[in-house]
Each structure stands twice: as structure tokens, then as C-alpha cells.
């Protein structure tokens, strides 16, 4: 990325911010990032999905547009899925963010 690229992402990014502010939205709805709502270690909601690309009761890979979120714990599995959202239940130990974009 060339540093023109940078600043017209840096004005871009700013852009964006002044907009979510005036709507009142979290600023990732605007970029399509996932929105993730933690119920304690029992339940994630996971907004603004790609999908699922790896399953077991131990770890669980969703899909994002700008990286994949890990999911690790014991006993989990999911609870509802649709275009949108998924839902997971069990003992949530963790939750990383692979991959994705590296800032200039």
C-alpha cells in the first residue's frame, strides 16, 4: 500500500466515523464487521457473519468479511443460525480474531 493509499484510507476511516456517529450506529455496521455480544462464558451472538468453516464442541471458526473469528471452550454447539446471525452456547473460554487487515 502506497502512502496516498494510506492517507485516502485515513480520510475514508473518518468519513465513515462522522457518519456512524450522525446515524447513531456502531461504526463497524458500516464497514459489514461482525458484532459479537458475550453473555458471560454461556453465549455468543455473532452478528454480520460469512458463515461457519470449522465445527466441533471445542473450537469453532466463523467466517467475516476481514478475518475469522475463533471460538475455543468445552461443550459448545450451536443454538440458531440464519443469513445474519448464530448463536452459540457452552463454555466459552476464548474468542480471537485471525487474519485480517494490518494497518499502515
Do not use: W
Amino acid at each position: 500500500m502506497t502512502c496516498l493509499q494510506s492517507e485516502n484510507k485515513v480520510t475514508l476511516r473518518g468519513r465513515i466515523q462522522r457518519a456512524a456517529q450522525r446515524m447513531d450506529v456502531p461504526e463497524g455496521m458500516l464497514y459489514g464487521l461482525p458484532q459479537l455480544t458475550l453473555d458471560g462464558d454461556l453465549q455468543l451472538l455473532i452478528e454480520r457473519h460469512q458463515g461457519i468453516t470449522e465445527y466441533g464442541t471445542r473450537r469453532i471458526l466463523i467466517a467475516s468479511r476481514r478475518f475469522t473469528i475463533e471460538i475455543s471452550g468445552e461443550s459448545m454447539y450451536l443454538v440458531a443460525m440464519d443469513r445474519d446471525n448464530i448463536r452459540i452456547r457452552g463454555t466459552i473460554h476464548g474468542v480471537r480474531f485471525l487474519g485480517g487487515d494490518n494497518p499502515c
